[in-house]
Structures are given as structure tokens and as C-alpha cells.
């Protein structure tokens, strides 16, 4: 965690930065000349972010406080700006943010006379401080929503390891930077500013910068992260769980942001569904008691599982395999008892009717609630042929296309991929399954963030089932 004072935090830009700091776990405090303003603006921010650590003061406590100091302000305000908090950055870092737009003719390059507006902020504060120089190129607006952006900053500063402290800032705002030489070379990116916004005014709409070329081994791909959500409740009928994965993330100052993968396991689905099945309410048909004599089950648990499948494809003692209605095939037709309360009686959990539907209703509300794209799968754990042990399984989705057909590409030896057809749905839910666990875990949702998939706006977990006339082992 790093302590940031984002001076000019009431702003477009500094507010947005702030907002996208605290929620990656920083002490953030909102600076302004006015203490209220500042106060007033950390407070609305608390507001949509329960949890985060944000404070509002006015310039000079707001520079005391912090370990980094972000100028965030107009050009025009500049100068008494740093005037303001001189005393306050001794030792410190200051991103300067600014870019020298002089209204009304803010489309044109207007350079000051030091050169650019960074090297005036270092002339001010002399050696009491390392200021560097970042941010003209992003759109105050693109920042201000959820997800990442696909946008290169240019960091100028005269050391390395400042500019290394500040690419690291940056990259906790979703954005990638990148160490563009002295502080003097701000210039560029300052000049940037009037350009780009000649582009929007044309082309654009937010418009930023992207580097392209053959990277000499940077930047690497953003690690694939795997975040539990704890703090979730035990669920029942009627439970909202969109609900409360919103609540769960806000009250640790998180948040979904574009392309998560949110995984949600069956059982808290099927009991806030209320698919809950009492024993002692299930009258067995002959053919459940069949069943039940061949496979050691009671006749009740036979008789659902006879309900909730579609055939069964072999019976032995201690297990029934059932090609499920949804069409999995699985041991006792997905019927679970563990985890579930059964103080009025012995009490069984179904899967949800159609697992899709349910990943779909959650995808939207979780959408919706942070207002960004993602996917959402619905895992159970499944055994899988010739193999010993269960393995967490996609049984449905939303937003994600199940498979990724890589058939017709080729390998690092030219040859040409004639079968290669992977279960990313599959492979995520396995990888969500190392954090939700199998017993008292109580952690029923993960988040994988930074995953490469490819978006399915109608496809279901259907894709993935092999038809059953390609069952190679009747």
C-alpha cells in the first residue's frame, strides 16, 4: 500500500485516479484548496466504495500525509499548487499530470518557456523533491469507468527507479507505462494533449496512445490472478447472490473489472434456487427401488435421481451414473448431500433447472452493478473417466464461448493442429476450484482475473458436451 495525496482530486482526472487507487488497496487523500470540497468529494467516493481508504484535506495536509504526491490540477493552477505544498513533498515523489492548454486555443501545442510544464514543477521545488511526469495522453472520461484501459502512458523522469515507482502507479490503474527518458521529454507528451484532442475533435472519441514495435521481453502479460471472495453468507431460497458478491467486494474495496471470470459454485446457486429436496417428502416409484437395490442407494435418493436425468448409464454398488437432464454425464445425477442443513430431516441439493440461465441472470446483475463486462461460470466438482478425483467443472455460463478451437493453427515445428480443441470454461473452473475448495472453505466465489478467453454472448456449457453417439465406451 502507498500513501497518495491526488492534488486536484475533485477533478475529472484526479478523481478518477483516486477513486482507481484506493480501489487496488492505497491510502488516497483528495487535496483542494478548499478542506470541504476535498472532504465532500472523499466522502461521495466512500459512498459508491464502502471500505476504501480515502480522506479529503486541503493541499498542504493532503501533501503531508501522503508518500506520493499526484498534481492533478489546470495549468493555470499550477504554480500556487506547488507554492501551496513546497514544505509538504521533502524526499518525495511528485507526478505531475499536467498538461499547458491555454483556452481558448487548447487544440494547439503551446509550450511554455522552460520547455514543458514538469521541468517548471522541479524548478519550484528545487531538490527538495523527484518530480516525474505522467498522464497527459488518457482521457479523464476513459479512466473514470471500471474496466482496464488499452492505453500506454509515457513516464519522463531524470532516475530510473522514480520513473520504476510510477509505471508501478500506473499499472494499478489498469494502464501500462513506460519510462520515456528525462523529465525534460515530458515535452512530448505535454504537446500530445493538444494533439489528441484535435483527433477527438475529428475522429475520436477519448482518444490515447499505443505503443507498437517487437518489445525487447516488456511488457509482459499481466500475471492471471485467482481472488477468492470471502465474506459471502450461507445461502437459502431466495437469497440474492449477485447481491451479495457486490456487497462482499465493496466492503474490501473491490470491484469487477473488464474480462473477470467470476466463478460461482452450483451449491450456493441450487440453494438460493431453493432446490433443496427432503428425503422424507420423496415416494419411490418401482423403478427407483430397482435402482436402488443395484446401486446400495436409499429408494429416495434413486427416485431423484431418476427425476433429474435424462438415463442412466451404468449402476454398481456405491454409484449411479446419470446423464443429467442438462445433459452431463455425472455420479448420482449431481444430487449432493454435503454442506447442506438437514435439522428437519435428511435434506439432498439439486442442481439449478438450467444452469445457463442462472449464470446468465448473475452475469447481468454483477454487470450491471459495476457497470463493465465480464463472464460468469457456474463450477461442480466432477469425476472424470480413468481418472481418480474430482475436478472442478463448468456445468454452465454466460459470457464466455466455452471452447477455443485452435484447430488449423500451427505448433512451433510448423505442423498443423488437426484435433486441438481446449475447455477454457472447464480449465477456469478447475483453476476457481483452488481457492473454493471441497469442504468447510465457506468460499463459493472466485474471481480470475487477467484470463485469456473469447466472448459468447448466446453460447451455453451445451458446446462442451459430447453427443452421446460418440460415446466410444457403451
Known amino acids: 500500500m502507498t500513501i497518495i495525496a491526488v492534488l486536484g482530486g475533485t477533478g475529472a482526472l484526479g478523481g478518477a485516479m483516486a477513486r482507481r487507487w484506493a480501489q487496488a488497496g492505497h491510502e488516497v487523500w483528495i487535496g483542494s484548496r478548499e478542506a470541504a470540497k476535498a472532504q465532500a468529494a472523499a466522502a461521495a467516493m466512500l459512498a459508491e466504495e464502502p471500505g476504501a481508504n480515502i480522506h479529503g484535506a486541503a493541499l498542504a495536509d493532503a501533501a503531508a500525509h501522503a508518500e506520493i504526491v499526484v498534481l492533478a490540477v489546470?495549468?493555470?493552477?499550477?504554480?500556487?499548487?506547488?507554492?501551496?505544498?513546497?514544505?509538504?513533498?521533502?524526499?518525495?515523489?511528485?507526478?505531475?499530470?499536467?498538461?499547458?492548454?491555454?483556452?481558448?486555443?487548447?487544440?494547439?501545442?503551446?509550450?511554455?518557456?522552460?520547455?514543458?510544464?514538469?521541468?517548471?514543477?522541479?524548478?519550484?521545488?528545487?531538490?527538495?523533491?523527484?518530480?516525474?511526469?505522467?498522464?497527459?495522453?488518457?482521457?479523464?472520461?476513459?479512466?473514470?469507468?471500471?474496466?482496464?484501459?488499452?492505453?500506454?502512458?509515457?513516464?519522463?523522469?531524470?532516475?530510473?527507479?522514480?520513473?520504476?515507482?510510477?509505471?508501478?502507479?500506473?499499472a494499478d490503474l489498469g494502464l501500462r507505462g513506460y519510462h520515456a527518458g528525462p523529465l525534460a521529454n515530458s515535452a512530448a507528451s505535454e504537446a500530445l494533449t493538444s494533439v489528441l484532442i484535435q483527433l477527438n475533435r475529428r475522429y475520436f472519441s477519448h482518444a490515447g496512445i499505443r505503443l507498437t514495435g517487437d518489445p525487447k521481453g516488456e511488457p509482459q502479460p499481466r500475471p492471471v490472478q485467482i481472488i477468492p471472495?470471502?465474506?459471502?453468507?450461507?445461502?437459502?431460497?431466495?437469497?440474492?447472490?449477485?447481491?451479495?458478491?457486490?456487497?462482499?467486494?465493496?466492503?474490501?474495496?473491490?470491484?469487477?473489472?473488464?474480462?473477470?471470470?467470476?466463478v460461482v459454485a452450483q451449491k450456493i446457486v441450487s440453494k438460493a434456487e431453493g432446490r433443496f429436496a427432503r428425503l422424507d417428502a420423496v415416494t419411490p416409484s418401482d423403478e427407483a427401488r430397482v435402482l436402488a437395490a443395484a446401486s446400495g442407494?436409499?429408494?429416495?435418493?434413486?427416485?431423484?435421481?431418476?427425476?433429474?436425468?435424462?438415463?442412466?448409464?451404468?449402476?454398481?454398488?456405491?454409484?449411479?451414473?446419470?446423464?443429467?437432464?442438462?445433459?452431463?454425464?455425472?455420479?448420482?445425477?449431481?444430487?449432493?448431500?454435503?454442506?447442506?442443513?438437514?435439522?428437519?430431516?435428511?435434506?439432498?441439493?439439486?442442481?439449478?433447472?438450467?444452469?445457463?440461465?442462472?449464470?446468465?441472470?448473475?452475469?447481468?446483475?454483477?454487470?450491471a452493478a459495476f457497470n463493465t463486462r465480464i463472464a460468469v461460470i457456474i463450477s461442480d466438482s466432477l469425476g472424470r473417466a480413468w481418472r481418480i478425483g474430482t475436478v472442478g467443472t463448468a456445468i454452465g455460463c454466460s459470457g464466455i464461448a466455452p471452447l477455443t478451437d485452435r484447430r488449423g493453427e500451427t505448433d512451433l515445428y510448423g505442423r498443423v493442429l488437426q484435433a486441438t480443441i481446449i475447455g477454457r470454461a472447464d480449465e477456469l473452473a478447475a483453476a476457481a476450484s483452488v481457492v473454493i475448495g471441497e469442504a468447510a472453505e465457506a468460499i463459493p466465489v472466485a474471481i480470475i482475473r487477467n484470463a485469456s478467453y473469447a466472448r459468447g454472448e448466446a453460447e451455453g456449457i451445451a458446446a462442451c458436451l459430447r453427443p452421446a453417439d460418440e460415446n466410444l465406451f457403451p
Open 74 to 170: 489546470p495549468y493555470a493552477s499550477q504554480v500556487g499548487t506547488v507554492t501551496a505544498i513546497k514544505g509538504q513533498v521533502g524526499g518525495k515523489i511528485v507526478i505531475d499530470t499536467t498538461a499547458p492548454l491555454k483556452p481558448p486555443k487548447v487544440g494547439t501545442v503551446q509550450l511554455p518557456a522552460a520547455g514543458c510544464a514538469a521541468v517548471e514543477v522541479q524548478a519550484l521545488l528545487g531538490d527538495e523533491a523527484q518530480v516525474a511526469s505522467a498522464m497527459q495522453t488518457v482521457s479523464a472520461e476513459k479512466l473514470s469507468h471500471a474496466e482496464p484501459i488499452d492505453v500506454d502512458v509515457l513516464v519522463a523522469a531524470d532516475k530510473k527507479d522514480v520513473a520504476d515507482a510510477v509505471i508501478a502507479l500506473i
Open 229 to 262: 471472495v470471502p465474506g459471502l453468507p450461507l445461502f437459502g431460497a431466495g437469497d440474492d447472490i449477485a447481491a451479495a458478491i457486490v456487497l462482499a467486494l465493496r466492503g474490501q474495496a473491490g470491484r469487477l473489472y473488464e474480462g473477470d471470470v467470476v
Open 297 to 367: 442407494k436409499s429408494a429416495a435418493i434413486a427416485e431423484l435421481i431418476l427425476s433429474e436425468s435424462a438415463g442412466i448409464m451404468r449402476a454398481k454398488p456405491g454409484v449411479v451414473i446419470a446423464r443429467h437432464k442438462t445433459g452431463h454425464v455425472t455420479a448420482n445425477a449431481g444430487i449432493d448431500a454435503s454442506n447442506v442443513d438437514s435439522e428437519g430431516g435428511e435434506t439432498v441439493l439439486l442442481w439449478p433447472v438450467d444452469p445457463d440461465a442462472s449464470a446468465a441472470a448473475l452475469r447481468h446483475a454483477l454487470e
